[in-house]
């Protein structure tokens, strides 16, 4: 595979795994998981959690008023 697939299927993996935090964080299969952590590293997939978490929880906040909430 060529480095733009390879940068695609990277992009895709990533952001599968972002769209389900929100409301299927349970349900991520480790096979899932450990797809971003072969990406990332162990770090890398921890801090890529950790900011998806938090926009999630930013996003929500936005939503529901909370502006001392939202960062920017």
């Given at each position: 595979?060529?480095?733009?697939?390879?940068?695609?299927l990277a992009a895709?993996?990533?952001?599968?795994?972002?769209r389900r935090m929100?409301?299927?964080?349970?349900?991520?299969?480790?096979?899932?998981?450990?797809?971003?952590?072969?990406?990332?590293?162990?770090?890398?997939?921890?801090?890529?959690?950790?900011?998806?978490?938090?926009?999630?929880?930013?996003?929500?906040?936005?939503?529901v008023g909370l502006?001392?909430?939202?960062?920017?």
């Amino acid at each position: 595979m060529s480095g733009p697939v390879v940068a695609a299927l990277a992009a895709r993996t990533c952001l599968a795994y972002a769209r389900r935090m929100p409301f299927e964080h349970t349900a991520i299969t480790d096979t899932e998981a450990a797809a971003v952590v072969a990406l990332l590293g162990e770090q890398g997939f921890v801090a890529f959690s950790v900011v998806a978490a938090l926009a999630d929880a930013e996003c929500r906040a936005e939503l529901v008023g909370l502006p001392e909430l939202v960062v920017g």
